[in-house]
């Protein structure tokens, strides 16, 4: 039934997303203009022109040291005592997670989780036959985006995380996807910092340079690294040397002004998706006055809850008549892990579509749901 | 025990691979000298130039388009009825067996494998707790690479094959990986062809262009495919975007002619490694005379069990001394499920090293050998 449910809505998504005409505000995909084409166009031409060409060869499970030094050099500007050794690189944030559920995780383990939470989190422990449970439920493993959530954009609130650090005593998955996208400036202290031993963190670069590269990182408590990286070595033997040669030359090649070249561009970044967000919530809140929202702390989206009136709208007719009428959303049914469509919720993306098509997608939503009440 | 010999084993290669002046007769790479740098320094710079840059941007979890066409019309031409529709990519060829032994073998599940084979796909079986025992014993599963063998580098004999098609019923994990490397001309009819609802095919670009993309493919079974696309959505959302944008634009992009390039690339290869191999057998008689092995069909490697007077030799300390000899290799416990040492076996690699130092290696395992009987 959840099943249908989920396989209905990406069907429709789908042909929104082949169709150029519909505005796009799902998927929760970092904006084209962002890419650092150029940058790695040179990166790519030095990573092929080095000795022994470790960008198209095989190479070790852990992944490359240089990216794992830096990984680690910028976890400890934010408090986490952490090594190079210590860091995995791993095929994006995704397998970062399921290697960490594999670690600490049997068949049939509850899972803390947000009322909404990240669907490919949720698609994981449901393939993985582990039971996600409300976050303030005893669980064994607790899954939590403390420096900006997904899908609402807020940081964790210091009394959840006090409690999250304090009164739980289990395992903490930390997904921190999104922390260099904090409006408000660098990163936070991650959990990590807090609590190594219990901590598994986990990271990416899908969300400030390119998801394509499929490379992020996963740190566990010392005691699970072996494990952690014979599950990575069976998994896929190693992340792309391709993708790692090209990060590596970007972020660490080319001059040494190449680590400033990307806090200047964290701030670019922040400063381009915060005034996106502004866009769309003028744009919400105009077309959509009696919708229930609060502005984000950083990342693509805004989450937003329908009007009273609104609530009596059916999720899957509500996105179908949105695609109609040339727009496309995450309805909310795909970040619960019950899979409820009540209440009635969107996750709106700011991050892709042209903010000149915000008013007019807003203006046919609300003409939509009028059409529905 | 098995597992403290395999990291012995493995801290020796790591030491070894990081000294330049060992002769690397390990580790199964492809040469670095027929990597197609220039075709992808191109191949990279027009992808990035594609409308909506693809190359960095999420994509479907299934993959391109236009590779999975790629795939299927070639598997097709070898006699196998698919379609696009039907491959799935992978990140690398371990991925997909990875993701075709979650599909078909539970926990404690028998899989039928060679007395010496490939040791990604056995440490995975131990990842997973799977049992792999002898090809003709009573498995619910085989795993079998009939084109080329690793680390034999033979063809299936055409008994076996028949055998493995007629007399046994259980799911067959097919992996392909070597096909396109037969010395003697194109890949052989799959067994896919053949039993195409018993069979779970398994392919990569790693041998035939460069492993540093991490890109392969699973050919499943229909009624598998809804669940193959599940676990490969939760392990890692998708294959590299970037490895396959450049894939894509080298295989049909850049002109008409690119599948008969890729055609004639793999002439050139196969009388590449053909020639090495001959260049190492000659290196292994003139210097092991009485070393047992048969001239390889394919591949990267040639077997070679040690004479019977060498056979009281210790694993770990005759490649020890080997390594302080400068040349290090594959022992043969790593491709057995026992983990046994006997008989002693080596896997030399002869895609990597220089074929200039083949006489000088052997001569001096050789020394070694004499030294330790």
Known sequence: MIDRHRARI?????????????????????????????????????????SGTPALQYGWVEGSETLRSWIASRLRARG??????????????????????????RPGARIG?????YPAALGLMRARRLVPVAFDDKAAVFYAMPAVGNPHGFAMETESRRALLTRSSGMIVEDDAYADLRFDGPAP????ADEPRRVLHVGTFSKTLSPGLRVGWLITPRRLRGRALEIKQSSD???SSLAQAVLEEY??????????????????????????????????????????????DGGFAIWAEAGDRSQRINEISFL??????????????????SGAARPLAVRFCFSTAAPADFDGAFRRLARVCRGMI
């Not at 989780?113 to 939470?117: G, S």
């Not at 179908?320 to 892990?337: C, E, I, L, T, Y």
């Open 10 to 50: 990406e069907r429709i998504q789908r042909a929104a997303a082949a169709n150029p005409r519909v505005t796009g505000l799902a998927g929760g995909l970092p904006a084209e203009a962002q890419f650092p084409k150029r940058a790695f166009a040179d990166a790519f031409l030095r990573a092929l022109s080095q």
């Open 80 to 105: 986490a005592e952490i090594a190079a050794a210590d860091v995995i690189i791993t095929s994006g944030a995704q397998q970062a997670l399921a290697i960490a559920l594999e670690l600490v995780a």
């Open 320 to 337: 179908q008549k949105a695609v109609d009428a040339r727009v496309v959303f995450d309805p909310g049914s795909m970040f619960r892990a």
């Open 251 to 296: 972020l660490t090649g080319g001059g040494g002004d190449a680590p400033a070249a990307f806090d200047h561009r964290l701030i670019r970044l922040r400063r381009f998706y915060r005034a996106r967000a502004a866009m769309m919530m003028r744009a919400l809140r105009a077309h959509l006055p009696d919708w229930k929202f609060r502005a984000p």
């Open 237 to 239: 033997l190693q992340a």
């Open 113 to 117: 989780v947000d009322l909404e939470t």
């Open 189 to 192: 202290r991650p959990l990590l």
